[in-house]
C-alpha cells in the first residue's frame, strides 16, 4: 500500500476576518475532496485570518497513481485566483516503511 500527502500554504488575499476565510477555504476543500475523492481538510494557521494551511492525502495499491493524484491535486490549489500559493509540501510512502 502506497500512502501519500501534500500540504499547502496559502495566502489570502482581501479577508478580514475568519468568517471571510472560511467561505474562501470551504469550497477549496470540497472541491478537492469531490474531483479526487481524497482525504482533505484546513491543518494550519486555523487563527490566522489571511492565512490558510491545507492538507490531502490519498492511499492507492501503486506509487504511479498516488504521485499522478498529488500532481493534479497541486495543480488545482496553484490554479485558485483567490489564494496565492506560498509552499507546498509533499511525501509518497510505502506503509511497509512505517
Sequence with gaps: MWIGWIEFDFLLGDVHSLKE???????????????FVVSVAET?????HRRAGIGASVVA?????V???????????????????VSVRRRTIRSDDI
Design 21 to 35: 476565510k472560511r467561505s474562501v477555504i470551504r469550497p477549496v476543500i470540497s472541491d478537492m475532496q469531490r474531483k
Design 44 to 48: 494550519d494557521h486555523r487563527e490566522l
Design 61 to 65: 495499491g501503486d506509487r504511479d497513481h
Design 67 to 85: 504521485t499522478d493524484v498529488l500532481d493534479r491535486i497541486e495543480r488545482v490549489a496553484a490554479s485558485r485566483p483567490e489564494l496565492q500559493l
